[in-house]
């Protein structure tokens, strides 16, 4: 089984570089992919980015693509958001997957709110 922690959300200006992180523990020798989604109030989730546990492919949403990377150290994966738009504003979720099944473990998630 695999756990995962969000940290790092926070209140940011317009324009900011920000970075948010997760923690996984258990086993995460399991995990084949990483990922960060994303929900703003009164929308559906979204896809922000995701990596291969190997750290060897990323994806992005065409919406971040050029303003955040997604990287991986050790059993934590960070999500540095730079340039950052009130529209970023959401709260940030942490997804694994672990069945080789699409993202199947999820964080609690952290809040990002960008404002001026």
């Known amino acids: 089984q695999v756990q995962l922690v969000e940290s790092g959300g926070g209140l940011v200006q317009p324009g900011d570089s920000f970075s948010i992180n997760c923690e996984a523990s258990?086993?995460?020798?399991?995990?084949?992919?990483m990922g960060w989604f994303r929900r703003a109030p009164g929308n559906d989730r979204e896809f922000v980015a995701s990596i291969d546990w190997t750290g060897s492919g990323t994806v992005y949403a065409n919406s971040v693509k050029d303003r955040f990377t997604i990287y991986r150290s050790k059993n934590t994966v960070y999500l540095q958001m730079n340039s950052l738009k009130p529209e970023d504003t959401a709260r940030y979720y942490c997804?694994?997957?672990?069945?080789?099944?699409?993202?199947?473990?999820w964080g609690q998630g952290t809040q990002v709110t960008v404002s001026s």
């Open positions: 997804a694994a997957d672990v069945h080789q099944a699409g993202f199947d473990t």
């Open positions: 258990g086993n995460i020798y399991s995990i084949n992919h």
